[in-house]
């Protein structure tokens, strides 16, 4: 059998393999379609952002946010709320949470959730950090916003503990149907939890 | 809403976005992925691999494979059959022949099939080199080995009536059951050309 990709190419699509959820089958179909030239300058424009991306990113000094800026525009706007703040897993999360224009305070970004499985406790996140932060700041309330699985919940418990006498108001994210959710088929565990946090009409 | 991706991070999402199956969602994880540092240098061998991607391949002038090499490995192998021509739509299609191990001839790489839904005629592929490669050339028989596609079926009967007269004895590839395949999961249509196909036990 004949090596008949260039060296090159196979390096693009062992480093694309890399990538989460890209098996070596995409990769070698987003590689050919980088070379195919049906966008040309995708390649280049894909190199440039990749070099940038580490060099002009850091994580802010205060939220722990991906920023360019340190503190972070979050931080530094004065506009928003200085008495709540909403602890999330992932920059990601900011984002979510952002785009539903629901919440107006300061963030948290943990950085990852409690995970026995995976070797992750909390001296791997962001948690120090949050303390330190808490501890002589204006915050009134926390709103616990990690996901609804187990290291979400795990997540949620430990910082309820750690921080049960900062006399914060801590709570979480409400659990029940998703807006357009159909009752026949929500599982059973999202239906027991939309029950229980029922509310008058 | 505040801007809470930084601009760096923001195109990088974008450029993904352009790979075809990749929408901002898996854009968003990915570069976040890049980020979060679980494979550091990822980032950073990506953009080195896109960057000598275009510079150091460039298509072979006999075959039109990839190749980093002019001519490519399988067009310089005096070992193999010199009157034996495999055309194919793709450079993948070339790597997956190879692993077949069953062909052991020279190939051609169309680049693309004849679509008139996409405005892909003859011209845009690389037929016209097709013909001027095998006139007065070694070649006995030309595998057509397109994809079993509509395109790839248009492309075929075109390859046919264009070489009809050239003296070569023109192929295809078989239609059938696939290796493993379950007669009753399988399509009408293939069905129907594995019974027209039917040999002798």
């Known amino acids: 059998m ?26 070698s179909r987003l590689t050919f ?4 030239g049906s966008d040309p300058t995708l390649a280049t424009d894909l190199a440039e952002s990749l070099a940038i991306l580490k060099e002009s990113t850091q994580y802010c000094s205060i939220c722990q ?5 340190n503190p972070c525009e979050v931080c530094t706007d004065e506009e928003r709320n200085k008495t709540l703040l909403c602890v999330v897993e ?15 305070g300061k963030y948290h970004v943990l950085h990852g959730a409690i995970s026995p499985v995976e070797g992750i406790g909390p001296d791997d996140l962001k948690i120090n950090e949050l303390i330190d932060r808490i501890d002589g700041s204006e915050f009134t309330e926390m709103i616990i916003a990690t996901n609804a699985t187990l290291e979400g ?3 949620a418990r430990y910082l309820q503990m750690r921080l049960s006498d900062s006399g914060l108001r801590i709570t979480r994210l409400a659990r029940g149907l998703p807006v357009g959710g159909d009752i026949e088929y929500t599982d059973e565990v999202t239906l027991g939890r939309a029950l229980e946090g029922r509310s008058e009409l």
Chains 1, 2 share one sequence.
Request: net charge positive.
């Open 2 to 27: 004949a090596n008949v990709l260039p060296k090159s190419v196979q390096r693009l699509i062992n480093d694309l393999s890399r990538l989460p959820g890209v098996g070596p089958k995409s990769a």
């Open 33 to 36: 379609y980088l070379l195919r």
């Open 65 to 69: 946010n991906i920023t360019e800026q």
């Open 90 to 104: 992932e920059p990601l999360d900011v984002v979510a949470i952002e785009r539903s224009r629901a919440f107006l």
């Open 153 to 155: 919940d795990t997540t």
